[in-house]
């Protein structure tokens, strides 16, 4: 055995495609997210969706979970909903638990006239309206469950750099539900927000969840980049549950305060007619008194683009 650790990673990588080859469910799992990731070899989203497929059949339930996201959101191939719910049907059959739920879930999510939404206007500008009531209680429950574990310490972006870090600023978790950790009734519901403020689906950044503790807060800030070619040129706040004392999303520059009721939909713009960000829309998360808050907060930029490649390439 060397001791060079580059050889010796070559060849766990080696033995991982050995068994893949050999049929091994986890191997193909792992082979299949590393053409998604194009980090141990080269992108390639076709042969991912392949070798996906082939760990589904293989008995792999993780595999399938992906599979039904990437189906739902044209990774590897056109976005096609109704294979995805297919998917997601048989996985039901076969893996049950979580994947019969979604899709019992589902049935109801796509049975929901957005017309029984009110709408109250709390600013023109910058635009601010809440959607009362848009997500119904069981639809807010599955995004905190769905994204729970994924909960890590929220960063921001450097603004010099551009990487993530964290930052006294926003001291809450938070959990980013991209492209492979979607489900099926947290997309339909994506869909069903993007209708009723009228945006394409690829205009939207992932969904994250933000989970506050007492005392947790995101200070005063603007959800727009210094430098972009894609700006983030509106918000949708998603109140997942109101049992907690605390934790208002404040406007201090409008004397706009806004608890959510569970299942409020906030959206607001962040620039200007010029496209410029507008310094009106400084908004915060105030501290959490008491109990915990959740909140589904997607970043809506100006230009569709492509997930994999990002909002500055569009
Ligand atoms: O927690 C809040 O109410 C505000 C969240 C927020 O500003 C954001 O996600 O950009
Ligand atoms: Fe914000």
Not at 48 to 73: F, P, T, Y
Not at 158 to 187: E, F, K, W
Not at 273 to 289: K, T
Request: proline share 6%.
């Amino acid at each position: 055995m060397s001791n060079r650790p580059d050889i010796a990673l070559a060849r766990s990588h080696q033995s991982v495609l050995h068994a893949a080859q050999g049929g091994d469910p986890e191997a193909l799992f792992v082979v299949a997210f590393w053409h998604l990731a194009g980090d141990v070899v080269p992108r390639n989203l076709e042969k991912s969706r392949h070798i996906l497929r082939m760990a589904v059949e293989a008995g792999h339930a993780g595999a399938a979970a992906i599979e039904i996201a990437l189906a739902a959101n044209g990774t590897g191939a056109a976005a096609d909903w109704d294979l995805a719910e297919k998917l997601l049907a048989q996985a039901g059959e076969v893996f049950g638990g979580e994947f019969q739920e979604q899709h019992n879930l589902l049935a109801s999510v796509s049975n929901f006239d957005p017309k029984v939404c009110d709408i109250e206007i709390l600013s023109s500008s910058p635009s601010i309206r809440l959607f009362k009531r848009a997500l119904r209680p069981q639809e807010c429950a599955h995004i905190i469950a769905a994204s729970s574990h994924y909960l890590e310490p929220a960063m921001v972006q450097d603004p010099v750099s551009g990487r993530l870090m964290p930052h006294p600023i926003r001291t809450s978790s938070a959990a980013v539900i991209g492209p492979t950790r979607a489900t099926l009734p947290i997309y339909a519901l994506c869909h069903r927000i993007f209708g009723l403020i009228d945006i394409q689906f690829d205009q939207a950044e992932s969904m994250t969840v933000l989970h506050y503790k007492p005392g947790q807060q995101f200070r005063g800030h603007l959800d727009t980049l210094p430098h972009t070619r894609n700006q983030r040129c509106a918000t949708a706040l998603i109140y997942l549950n109101a049992q907690y004392t605390g934790g208002e999303t404040v406007f201090p520059k409008l004397g706009i305060s806004i608890k959510g009721e569970q299942g409020d939909l906030l959206v607001f713009d962040n620039v200007q007619i010029d496209g410029l960000p507008d310094p009106m829309s400084l908004h915060s998360g105030d501290p959490v008194i008491a109990g915990e808050k959740w909140l589904g907060s997607i970043w809506i930029r100006q230009r569709p683009f492509n997930m994999w490649s990002g909002p500055e390439q569009a």
